[in-house]
């Protein structure tokens, strides 16, 4: 169940060349709930290594994942080129002695190919929401809505064995409720078996409501004082999810008519599945309605706020001539790699410019050093000092929070058999634990890495 890439912190590469060292022949099939990185990021390596069964997801993830990992690939094969050339020996030769650059054993390599991500799509599955699917004679599953992203599962999953019959859950990352676009997550009622996640599960998120004041407040402000409001934002999810508050807020009379500039050839991409697959949103996703793809003839009005997406590098550096009046939303969501890194070297050092978080920053990434106040940054080799306003805008979380996770638990009519708490940083999965154990009485299982487990 996922396949995800280690992203953040000095420890990713090393865990993502580590992560997949067992018997690949040992699996019979693997199941995927939704297209971020972190949750399907390593696939293209499962399948290069040897995996030779099929991947099963909803049909809106595979589609997000022909793209997302395809897009993985492509930075993976640019950064092995860049570590080469820094690390080539005739770029040197003007050191001396012992300030000689020292030559690598070996070439960087990426962690896979564009070529591998393409194959590893031919052993994608696609399934439709609550239907039952027998991947192994002994065991059947369903995905259903987990609420977080387009496409976004819970797996539950029935395994037959010795006449026994063993029901096993997995939530994924589940979303948080009444928000714009996805559906609240599915309730399930049994579990003999839970892996529940918890990434936000030792905070509540923001007021909803109180959050879009803020976001108001900071895109007014800083586009009177003459700014740019820079947006980092995952390509996926949330990056829809902006378009459509803004187009809100404007209708709403709150903001006023806005030019935005998604910079992010997987944005546009991600944007037009999310269309494609509209049926599965809310009724919130009628705001998305009016996008178009950037070109250098004036925008075609529709009545709301004017979207545009650069798709090639020149229109991308263009933005750099923007001084004030833009919100400009880049990936990647953690400010480490992506367009976002450019925007921020040129509008960080500008007091009148805003930086909107509007998603968690894992520790070591250069948007938690942001968030927690740095007076300077290193961007490019480069001391970049961080005068804008920064805002973190919390209400806007994609995951379900400490109470979210807690109401979706109570729907369980009776505890299960384990619960393993998952998919979170260590003082918080513990943090969670407790609590669930507080409040609901069940015992929790905090596993740990590369530990197993006979259930």
């Not at 996922?2 to 693997?30: H, I, T, Y």
């Amino acid at each position: 169940m996922d396949c995800g890439l280690f992203q953040g912190g000095r420890e990713a590469e090393r865990k993502n060349l580590e992560s997949l060292r067992f018997d690949l022949k040992s699996l019979d099939f693997v199941l995927i709930t939704h297209a971020h990185l972190d949750h399907c990021g390593l696939l293209p390596r499962l399948v290069a290594l040897g995996y030779r069964g099929p991947i099963y997801a909803t049909t809106a993830t595979c589609d997000l994942m022909t793209v997302m990992l395809k897009d993985s690939a492509h930075i993976q094969e640019k950064e092995a080129a860049w570590l080469n050339q820094k690390n080539n020996p005739a770029n040197h030769r003007r050191l001396q002695g012992k300030h000689r650059a020292p030559r690598p054993s070996r070439e960087a390599e990426p962690l896979y190919t564009v070529l591998q991500a393409e194959a590893c799509m031919r052993q994608v599955r696609g399934v439709a929401y609550n239907t039952q699917i027998q991947p192994h004679p002994t065991v059947t599953f369903q995905l259903v809505d987990a609420g977080h992203i387009l496409g976004s599962a819970i797996i539950r999953a029935t395994v037959k064995e010795r006449r026994k019959t063993t029901q096993l859950v997995f939530s994924g990352d589940l979303g948080q409720p009444a928000r714009p676009l996805m559906q609240d997550p599915t309730p399930v009622h049994e579990a003999d078996i839970l892996l529940i996640e918890s990434t936000y599960g030792n905070r509540l998120h923001k007021n909803f409501e109180q959050t879009l004041d803020e976001l108001v407040a900071a895109v007014t402000a800083t586009l009177k004082h003459g700014g740019n409001v820079i947006v980092p934002a995952f390509a996926l999810g949330r990056t829809q999810e902006l378009i459509a508050l803004l187009q809100r807020l404007h209708f709403e009379g709150r903001l006023p008519k806005l030019k935005v500039y998604i910079d992010s050839p997987l944005a546009q991409r991600a944007t037009e599945i999310t269309l494609h697959h509209a049926r599965l949103l809310d009724a919130d996703a009628a705001w998305l309605t009016g996008t178009q793809p950037m070109k250098n003839a004036p925008a075609a009005k529709r009545g709301g706020i004017e979207v545009y997406f650069t798709e090639s590098p020149e229109e991308s550096m263009r933005l750099n001539a923007v001084r004030g009046g833009a919100v400009i939303i880049a990936g990647s969501g953690m400010c480490d790699g992506g367009r976002i890194k450019y925007h921020l070297r040129e509008n960080l050092p500008r007091p009148e410019c805003a930086v909107l978080i509007t998603g968690f920053q894992a520790a070591g990434t250069l948007g938690r050093r942001i968030v927690d106040q740095a007076r300077s940054v290193k961007i490019f080799g480069e001391d970049i000092a961080v005068r804008a306003q920064i805002y973190t805008l919390g209400g806007l979380s994609a995951h379900a929070d400490r109470d979210a996770l807690l109401g979706w638990l109570r729907g369980f009519h009776r505890p299960p058999r384990k619960v393993f708490v998952v998919h979170g940083e260590s003082s918080t999965a513990q943090q969670f634990a407790a609590t669930i154990k507080t409040e609901l009485g069940w015992e929790t299982i905090l596993p740990s890495r590369n530990e197993s487990v006979v259930v």
